[in-house]
């Protein structure tokens, strides 16, 4: 029973996955429900992609913003652009209403809601480009202000669908940048994940006792096939950055569409895009139908990986909202997202042609 295979010169191409619980007293590792080999090789690689002094990688996207969220106390105030995922917002109405929080929505993609910010904030979160309509907000102007009102703001941006490619907020002076890698990072819809990221020593110390006290390390087979996506998360930007573009322009040609939502790119803070459009249909009723005429385009939860997908936020992304809620942020029910994979962009533009026609 205690025979063992000594792997000492094995010498694998690729680190294997660590399908262990516990380690032996002299490792640094201790217990996998703390860090495990793989979890750290890939907070390595995400440090290197975000220039980000730490990382911390957890279960999921959602895990991470709770994490956030244990920095803050009764009595503070959270101020949040509702212009965001809207599990992020009910997770962040939810914990404000258990656990004594000024919740403030504010939209400051308007710039001039900035000076709006109340003072006494201790925590702000968006994501930019939001969600939906993937509008900007200015990272640095919000940092700066909030942290001239109060230096102990703790900014935290969500930078899953911009990438650590093309934006690094914590250059632009954020606290910490979090994402979702059960969607770029994982780019094939078959592992989940989340990572917090920060310059700060103590918040990175106060997201790892987080985690190892809520159980929420990543599993070290999710951190192996995370790291395995990455090698090619590049590649599969390069194209899905093309293909969007594409279909940005194809769209604004189609008489069905009111209106195509596409962020801006201005070199400094977002210095490319990838992967992801909004739009509206002029029929306020034709999602349905638009939606069951496509072939190549699938339905469902799934985003930035390398099939293309359809999705209407009125019912899906932002379902947790109340109607009125989604109105207040003018999602109606003929929003429509689409997320591109790998195929080709020719191939795509069919698929959307033959379901405009029944329009």
């Known amino acids: 029973m205690h025979i063992r295979e000594d792997d000492a010169g094995a010498h694998p191409a690729v ?58 106390r009764s009595g503070d105030t959270l101020v949040v652009n509702p212009f965001i995922y809207g599990c992020s917002y009910k997770l962040l109405q939810r914990i ?22 109340p003072a006494d904030t201790k925590m702000i979160f968006f994501e930019t480009p939001t969600n939906p309509f993937l509008k900007t907000v200015d990272i640095e102007k919000v940092s700066k202000h909030v942290k001239s009102n109060n230096p102990g703001t703790v900014v935290v941006v969500d930078n899953t669908w911009a990438t650590p490619l093309f934006q690094h907020p914590l250059e632009l002076g954020a606290d910490v940048s979090l994402h979702s890698g059960t969607k770029y990072f994982s780019g094939h819809s078959d592992v989940m994940n989340g990572v917090l990221m920060t310059n700060r020593k103590d918040l990175a110390e106060e997201f790892r006792e987080t985690r190892f006290y809520g159980g929420m390390l990543l599993s070290p087979e ?20 093309s293909v969007c573009a594409e279909i940005r ?89 689409l997320s591109f994979g790998l195929e080709n962009p020719e191939d795509l533009k069919n698929d959307l042609l033959s379901a405009f026609k029944i329009l």
């Open 96 to 117: 404000s209403e258990r656990r004594g929080f000024k919740l403030v929505d504010l939209d400051f993609s308007e710039e001039s809601n900035i000076d709006k910010i």
């Open 222 to 241: 999710n951190a192996w096939l995370t790291r395995r996506s990455l090698q090619t998360l590049d590649i599969r930007l390069k194209q899905q950055q």
């Open 249 to 337: 322009d194809f769209l604004n040609q189609q008489p069905q569409v009111e209106k195509v939502y596409y962020p801006k790119i201005d070199g400094k803070q977002l210095k490319g895009y990838a992967g992801i459009l909004f739009f509206e249909l002029k029929d306020p009723d034709g999602y349905i139908k638009f939606r069951d005429e496509l072939e190549i385009f699938k339905t469902g939860t799934g985003m930035a990986c390398v099939t293309s997908m359809i999705a209407q936020p009125w019912s899906g992304s932002h379902a947790s909202m109340t109607d009125e809620e989604k109105r207040q942020i003018n999602i109606g029910e003929n929003l429509v997202r």
């Open 15 to 72: 680190t294997p996955v660590y399908q262990t619980s516990a380690f032996e007293a002299d490792s640094p590792y201790f217990y996998s429900r703390k860090n495990n080999p793989n979890v750290a090789e890939l907070e390595k690689v995400l440090q290197t992609l975000e220039n980000a002094e730490y990382a911390v990688a957890v279960t999921c996207g959602m895990s991470a913003i709770f994490m956030s969220l244990e920095i803050l």
